[in-house]
DNA sequence: ATCTATACTGACCAGTCAGTCATTATACTG
DNA sequence: CAGTATAATGACTGACTGGTCAGTATAGAT
């Protein structure tokens, strides 16, 4: 009784993963993603579904990745300020060179796959929803220590990715100017307003 | 000799936005377009070369309408941070029922159309550059006045487009909570630390 | 070693849709 | 009004790709 391989799986996962950073979903071939993973192109549905299935297994991986960034580091000693930077720089890191898997994050933009869109709200918001809670709890815990102002911390969570998001396109190849990605997480621990 | 109708261009435009902004561009099909803009699906192609040319001239406009706004609220007589306050406000006004129109705006997730991203490259990143600018002067006109920090008004620029793409998240139907697009503004001109 | 059941393969197929173009419609001119 | 040139039409076409499945390969059991 043969099993299928986790190994396999993976392969198939990481090779889509590349191919959709690289292309986004539409201009993704189950042919080019089956060649990246150096398996046929009937391999890929023996672990998938259908191609929206493929690429929900993608997103919610991305996102769980995220998300174990942000517990490892929510472990750690240190305040809550210190952490958030520390998300910050972890996940710049691991996207500089695919700042398009931003676009995996962001449900409107996920608006665009409406072939999968029932799916994706069924199987990856509720991810999505963890990380922002994740990240939400740092917020929370920032605001009981009196590190951070009386927010929303959901919305502080959601402005972490918008943030994420300016810093990714503040150092970008057609946007980006003589920044580094920490100056934009500056602007959204300090704002732009002078203190008086 | 006949003439080719602004009117009618500007009507599949119109009908070229609206579907992309429900449907994104892949699932966005010319006979729909079509249909929409009440003309034959040839009429499409009599007045843009192909579909990604339709593309570029949707998101060529939409930044004009952003870029229009910013430019009357700035001929007003009022502060650079009051300025601020009422392009955002007036942005989310004209995109709250469509979020999606964000991605049209920005530029890592137009990698995903591969097809057209040398002509969005030459046609579109241009304008938004432009947008961009238009906002660092703003931002620029603060920082001369002591109203803001001293921060790269580019920077700062993104982190706006930023902020606002936070706000349409902080109320959308998937993440949003109890939030109004102004809390993220607020988040945006003061951050999240408090001040000491 | 043989047998079995499942993994794996890749040529094939059907459906889709962007673009085409022969035909028709219509605005404009004299 | 007739003629002309261009706009507009929509059925058709061909390229493409996701998904299928008959055939092959192979891991595991006996």
Redesign the interface.
Known sequence: MRQKSTERRNAILQAAFNTVC??????TRIDDVARAAGVAKGTVYLYFKDKPDLYVGVTVWLINQARTIIKDIARQQCSP?AKLQQVFSSWVEHLLSR??A??LI????N?????ITPRF?QRV?PE??KL?DDLSAL?RD?IQK????K??P???A??F???F??A???V?R??G???TPE??L??????????V
Do not use: Q, W
Not at 22 to 27: D, K, L, V
Not at 111 to 115: L, M, V, W
Not at 146 to 149: A, L, N, Q
């Open positions: 690289a292309r986004g979903y539409y201009e300020s700042p398009t931003i676009s962001f449900p409107e933009m608006y665009h796959h409406c072939a709200r918001m999505l929803k922002i917020v920032g009196g590190e951070f102002r927010i929303d959901h919305l502080a959601i402005s990715l918008g943030a998001h300016a990714l396109l503040g970008s057609y946007l100017g003589k920044n100056r934009a500056d602007i959204f621990f300090y704002g732009i307003r002078r203190s």
